[in-house]
């Protein structure tokens, strides 16, 4: 390997980021960070000609001191100290760890382990810093995924984390906190947009459909030996069906509304087909009008056809 050569071109920045908090890199990015903080070199989508993918494709040189299939470490070619080493990434495509997928992300992670305790033994260094910025506005000068590992020694004034707040985060703004990254954490499943069926289509084992209904008569009381239901007559454009209703479901069915029916099953009634919600489903009141004009002939009544049961051979 050849050692890392500096020029005045921003590519070779990147061996060290940030400015105003790196003091040992502060000449180094004085003309680039201004540049930064103005937009400039902010991708908006990974760039494969940026300067750590041309180390990755040998195309420019580097002091490399390990390899694996995840990950190259090669010595930063403006130290902050000795034995400063850059872990990366050797796949192209993720603009920053926080892109990676999250099983590439935890191979990378295992290599770093293994690079940063190796550091901190072949320097005998007192500690460890583990720097990794993502965004430019936390110092990222070039999108590609890499993790700096930087060994510390008592009083070496190298660097030091900005102080803590002087009072304690108060209760009330930790909640607020919490519900905020549980949030990020399980995000929401976005419901999925019901596919409605039409009349025309139900057959007489029809489950799991849905259905938006235009409510053609008043709903009538139906004696039975589990109780009183309601069946009232209902349809789309492609037909009419008598829907069978429970009590604490037909007060939204009023002649002339439009109603959802959803996860409405087929059932055989004397040979012939009713629609029913149980409790898995839902019969709703529409905000929406019946798209189209509602098909009422006789013949296109599907709960007027008589089914004949067959038996299979």
């Given amino acids: 390997q050849v050692a890392g050569r500096a020029s005045a071109h921003s590519e070779v920045r990147p061996w060290g980021e940030g400015e105003a908090w790196l003091g040992a890199m502060a000449a180094e990015t004085k003309g680039v960070a201004p540049l930064l903080r103005l937009g400039v070199c902010v991708p908006s989508a990974?760039?494969?000609d940026n300067f750590f993918a041309k180390i990755l494709?040998?195309?420019?040189?580097?002091?490399?001191?390990?390899?694996?299939?995840t990950a190259i470490a090669i010595l930063d070619a403006f130290p902050m100290?000795?034995?400063?080493?850059v872990v990366i990434f050797k796949r192209k495509g993720s603009t920053d760890f926080l892109s990676m997928p999250p099983a590439a992300a935890a191979e990378l992670m295992s290599e770093v382990h293994?690079?940063?305790?190796?550091?901190?033994?072949?320097?005998n260094?007192?500690?460890?810093?583990?720097w990794q910025n993502n965004g430019t506005p936390a110092d990222q000068a070039v999108h590609h995924p890499r993790f700096h590992i930087v060994p510390r020694k008592e009083g070496d004034g190298l660097f030091k984390y900005p102080p803590s707040a002087k009072e304690i985060i108060s209760a009330e703004v930790a909640k607020a906190m919490q519900g905020k990254i549980a949030e990020a954490l399980n995000p929401r499943k976005p419901l999925r947009k019901a596919r409605f069926g039409k009349i025309s289509s139900i057959h007489p084992d029809s489950t799991g459909m849905n259905f938006n209904l235009k409510v053609l008569d008043e709903?009538?009381?139906?004696?039975?030996p589990f109780g009183t239901f309601y069946e009232v007559l209902c349809g789309?454009?492609?037909?009419?069906?008598?829907?069978?209703?429970r009590d604490t479901q037909q007060a939204v069915a009023t002649k002339d509304s439009v109603i959802i029916l959803r996860n409405a099953s087929a059932k055989m009634v004397d040979g012939h087909i009713r629609l029913a919600v149980d409790k898995w489903g839902k019969v709703e009141k529409s905000d929406e009008p019946m798209e189209g004009e509602v098909e009422t002939s006789a013949s296109k009544n599907i709960s007027a056809t008589e089914f004949e049961l067959v038996a299979s051979k």
């Fill in 46 to 48: 990974y760039d494969g």
């Fill in 125 to 130: 260094a007192d500690a460890i810093n583990i």
């Fill in 81 to 85: 100290a000795e034995g400063h080493t």
């Fill in 236 to 245: 789309d454009p492609t037909g009419s069906v008598v829907v069978s209703l």
């Fill in 114 to 123: 293994k690079v940063a305790r190796a550091v901190k033994a072949a320097f």
């Fill in 219 to 224: 709903a009538k009381a139906v004696e039975a």
């Fill in 57 to 69: 494709d040998k195309r420019e040189p580097a002091f490399k001191v390990y390899e694996s299939k």
